[in-house]
């Protein structure tokens, strides 16, 4: 399943430089908004997150980033593609290794995207979570910059963790339970289970 789908809801001039922000949730990225724009910068929100399962979460939290974006007035260009049996057959067996696979096939295409549509810089929400890889996420998108011509904007947006949660509860934004991937549900589960026991 992969089909494009632009949402253009503002101006992009040139007083607002743009940066492409790989986006992998509407919570995670109320703060890294906020703070893009405070510094003048426009981010367009670019969706693609094929490490999403199962479909039922994968559709609720790109639905929520849409109508998140409708309501800041941001653009998002969503890249539909739910990659289920792709992500399994190229983690296998190293599941437990897993994210590292996980980082570096939607940062390269975020990167690629720059690249084909006149973008000279991207980030990603990934930065704000305290529960990330943070320097292999860094490490991941300096080659994958060099490999495309684009610069990746570094932001430790972490410090605004917490701040942009309590915002997004406040706005009423679906919250997931797990990181993405259908080991992470596992493994939440599993650890909320053994916390009960």
């Not at 109320?30 to 405070?38: K, M, Q, S, T």
């Amino acid at each position: 399943m992969k089909d494009n789908i632009i949402i253009f809801k503002n101006d992009c001039s040139s007083k607002n430089p743009r940066i492409l922000m790989h986006t992998c949730c509407a919570p995670c990225s109320v703060y890294c908004i906020d703070i893009l724009r405070n510094e003048g910068t426009e981010p367009v929100s670019f969706w693609y997150n094929p490490n999403i399962h199962p479909f039922t979460e994968y559709k609720m939290r790109k639905n929520t980033l849409t109508d998140y974006a409708k309501s800041v007035n941001m653009k998002l260009i969503i890249e539909n593609e739910y990659g289920l049996r792709n992500f399994i057959t190229s983690v296998y067996p190293d599941f437990d290794n897993r994210c590292s696979y996980c980082y570096e096939s939607r940062i390269y295409r975020t990167a690629e995207f720059a690249a084909e549509n006149g973008f000279d810089r991207f980030t990603t929400t990934l930065l704000v979570s305290p529960y990330q890889n943070h320097e292999l996420i860094c490490d991941i998108a300096e080659r994958a910059a060099f490999k495309y011509g684009v610069k990746f904007e570094y932001h430790d947006f972490r410090p605004g963790f917490k701040e942009g949660q309590e915002k997004a509860r406040e706005l009423g934004l679906y919250m997931q339970k797990y990181c993405g991937c259908i080991f992470s549900e596992e493994d939440r589960y599993k650890k909320r289970k053994k916390n009960q026991e």
